[in-house]
C-alpha cells in the first residue's frame, strides 16, 4: 500500500510539473499561445505541394498519415452527398412560394428556378478553383483570410459563429422535431415545447454521431441525402404523369405567364428567394483537407451535384404547378405535403417523413461543415486554441462539435429566428463576392501557383457582377435590416483587438486561460493537431 502511495505521489508531483513547465512555456515571451486565441494572424502556405501534398496527406499540411490530425477520408460519393444533402432541406417541400410570390406567374417562377441553378452552378465552378489552389478548409473564411488578411476574415467568422450557422442548423432541427410530431397532433398545432425537445434532440445525436466518427457522419450524410432524392423523384413522377393526362390549365404556353411581376426590385427579391433554397454549393469546400484527391474529386463533386439539384429543384416545381395553382401555394403551409394529400391518399404520410429525413440530414451536413469552419478558425488564430484539437484515437474535432452544438443549442430560447437570419442575407454574398475578386486577383498577382482548375475569366466576372446586383437589391429593398445587420457585424471589431490583435496581455490572465485549456483538454481527451 505504501509503495502504491508512493506512485501516486510522484505521478502527481510529475502532473504539476509538467503543468508547472507548460505555463512557464506559454507565458514566455516567444512562447506558444499569447492570449485566448493563438494568434497566427495571417493565413499559411496555400500552395497545393506544401499544403496538401500526397493524396494520404493529413488536414492543413500538419502532420502526415501518422500524426494525430483528421485525415482524409470523404470520398466522390460523400463529396456529392453533401452538398446535394445540405443544398435540399425543408425549403423546396415546405415554402417554395418565396420565388412565386415575387415572380407573379408560374412561367417566371420556373424560369428563376432553373436561373438560379445556372448561378449557383458558375459560382460552385468558381470556388472549384478556389479549393484546387488555396488547399485549406474553411470555404470563404479561407479564402478571405489569404486575399485579404486577419481582420476581414474574422468578422466572416463572427457572424458564421454568432448567428448564421447556429440559427440556420436549429430553424432545420425545429422544422424536422415539428413533422416529426405532426402525426400525434393531427388536429392541433405541434406544441412549441415539446418540438423545441425533439430538435435539441436532434442536434445532440448528430452530434454524437460526428464526434464518434468520420465515416459514421458520412454515411448518415449518404443515406439522407438519397431519401431527399427519393421523396422528390416521386413527387415528380406525379408531376409527369399529370401532365399525361393533360389536366394542367396552369402550363399551357397562353396562360404561363399571367400575372407577371416584371418589377426590377421583385425580380431580384424572387432570385434571392430562388438562390437561398440553393444554399449550400460551397459547403464542400469547407472540408477539403479532408477530402480523398481533392484536386480530382471536389470538382467532379461539383460538377455531378448542381446540374442534379438545378434539374431535381425545377421539375419539382413544376410538378407543384400541375397540382396547385399560384394562388394555393401562397396560402400553403407546406406545398409539397398537400401535393401529397391530393394524390396519395392514404399514402400521404410519406411526404411529412421524407421531410423530416430531409431535414435531419441537413442538419448533419450543417454540423459537420461548421465544426471545421470553427476548427480552421482556431488554428489560423481567431478562436481559441482548443477548438483546434482532435481526439486522438476518434480523430474528429470534438471541441470544436461540441462548440457549434452549444451554440446551435441557445437559439431554442429564441422566439424570433428568421428576422434574424434576414439581417444577413446581404452579407452572405458580399463575402462570396470577396472570395471570387481574390480569385481574380490571386491569378494575377500568383499566376505561378498550381491550379489544377481554371475557369473561363467570365464565369467569375459575370458572377460577382451579379452577385453586386443583389447586394444592391437586399440594401435597397430592406436598408434597416441591412443596416441592423451592419452593426451587429461591427461588434466584432472590438473582439477581433481584444482577443486576437492585443498581444500583450497580463499573465494572470494568460494563466487562467491556459488552465481553462488544460482542464477541458483533459476533460475532452483531446490533444494539439500535429
Known amino acids: 500500500m505504501s ?91 415546405v415554402s417554395p412560394t418565396g420565388v412565386v410570390r415575387e415572380a407573379g406567374s408560374v412561367g417566371l417562377s420556373l424560369v428563376v428556378w432553373a436561373v438560379c441553378g445556372v448561378f449557383s452552378t458558375v459560382g460552385a465552378l468558381c470556388y472549384a478553383e478556389l479549393g484546387t489552389t488555396i488547399t485549406k478548409s474553411g470555404g470563404d473564411y479561407a479564402y478571405i483570410l489569404e486575399v485579404y488578411g486577419s481582420l476581414p476574415a474574422f468578422l466572416k467568422l463572427w457572424i458564421e459563429l ?14 424536422f422535431a415539428t413533422y416529426l410530431l405532426k402525426p400525434i397532433f393531427p388536429d392541433c398545432p405541434v406544441p412549441e415545447t415539446g418540438a423545441k425537445l425533439v430538435a435539441c434532440l436532434c442536434i445532440l445525436v448528430l452530434t454524437f454521431v460526428n464526434c464518434y466518427s468520420v465515416k459514421a457522419a458520412t454515411r448518415v450524410q449518404d443515406f439522407f441525402a438519397a431519401a431527399k432524392l427519393l421523396a422528390l423523384g416521386l413527387i415528380i413522377i ?41 444554399g449550400g454549393w460551397n459547403y464542400l ?17 461539383i460538377i455531378i451535384s448542381l446540374p442534379v439539384v438545378t434539374i431535381v429543384y425545377v421539375l419539382t416545381n413544376l410538378a407543384y404547378f400541375t397540382t396547385l395553382s399560384p394562388e394555393q401555394m401562397l396560402v400553403s403551409e407546406a406545398v409539397a405535403v398537400d401535393f401529397g394529400n391530393y394524390h396519395l391518399g392514404p399514402m400521404a404520410w410519406i411526404i411529412p417523413v421524407f421531410v423530416g429525413l430531409s431535414c435531419f440530414g441537413s442538419v448533419n451536413g450543417s454540423l459537420f461543415t461548421s465544426s471545421r ?47 434574424v437570419i434576414n439581417f444577413f442575407s446581404f452579407f452572405n454574398w458580399l463575402c462570396i463576392a470577396m472570395a471570387i475578386i481574390g480569385m481574380m486577383w490571386l491569378r ?34 430592406t436598408p434597416v435590416e441591412c443596416a441592423i445587420g451592419f452593426g451587429i457585424i461591427a461588434t466584432g471589431v472590438p473582439v477581433y483587438f481584444v482577443g486576437v490583435w492585443w498581444q500583450n496581455k497580463p499573465k494572470w490572465l494568460l494563466h487562467s486561460i491556459f488552465s481553462t485549456t488544460a482542464l477541458c483538454q483533459k476533460v475532452m481527451e483531446v490533444v494539439p493537431q500535429e
Not at 396552369?250 to 437561398?276: H, Q, R, V
Not at 480523430?395 to 462548440?403: A, E, G, R, V
Not at 499566376?447 to 446586383?469: G, T
Request: hydrophobic share 40%.
Open 373 to 419: 469552419l470553427f476548427f480552421v478558425g482556431s488554428r489560423e488564430g481567431h478562436l481559441p486554441s482548443l477548438l483546434s484539437m482532435i481526439h486522438p484515437s476518434l480523430l474528429t474535432p470534438l471541441p470544436s462539435l461540441i462548440f457549434t452544438c452549444g451554440m446551435t443549442l441557445l437559439y431554442a430560447f429564441s422566439n424570433d429566428l428568421f428576422s
Open 444 to 477: 494575377y498577382k500568383k499566376p505561378e501557383l498550381e491550379r489544377p482548375i481554371k475557369v473561363n475569366i467570365l464565369l467569375p466576372v459575370s458572377f460577382v457582377l451579379a452577385c453586386l446586383f443583389l447586394i444592391v437589391v437586399s440594401i435597397w429593398k
Open 238 to 278: 406525379i408531376g409527369f404523369v399529370q401532365i399525361g393526362r393533360g389536366d394542367t390549365v396552369e402550363l399551357l404556353p397562353e396562360n404561363s405567364f399571367k400575372g407577371t411581376n416584371y418589377d426590377f426590385g421583385n425580380i431580384g427579391l424572387a432570385l434571392y428567394s430562388g438562390l437561398f433554397a440553393y
Open 285 to 301: 469546400n469547407f472540408v477539403t483537407e479532408e477530402m480523398i484527391e481533392p484536386y480530382k474529386n471536389l470538382p467532379r463533386a
Open 3 to 93: 509503495s502504491l502511495k508512493k506512485r501516486n505521489s510522484n505521478s502527481s508531483a510529475a502532473d504539476r510539473e509538467e503543468d508547472r513547465r507548460a505555463t512557464e512555456r506559454m507565458l514566455s515571451p516567444g512562447g506558444g499561445e499569447n492570449g485566448d486565441f493563438n494568434r497566427s494572424g495571417k493565413a499559411g502556405d496555400m500552395n497545393p505541394k506544401t499544403n496538401a501534398e500526397g493524396e494520404g496527406a493529413g488536414a492543413g499540411g500538419g502532420g502526415g498519415e501518422d500524426g494525430v490530425a483528421l485525415k482524409r477520408t470523404i470520398t466522390l460519393v460523400n463529396g456529392v452527398a453533401i452538398i446535394v444533402g445540405t443544398i435540399i432541406g425543408s425549403g423546396i417541400f
Open 162 to 175: 454568432l448567428i448564421i450557422r447556429p440559427s440556420s442548423q436549429y430553424i432545420v432541427a425545429y422544422v
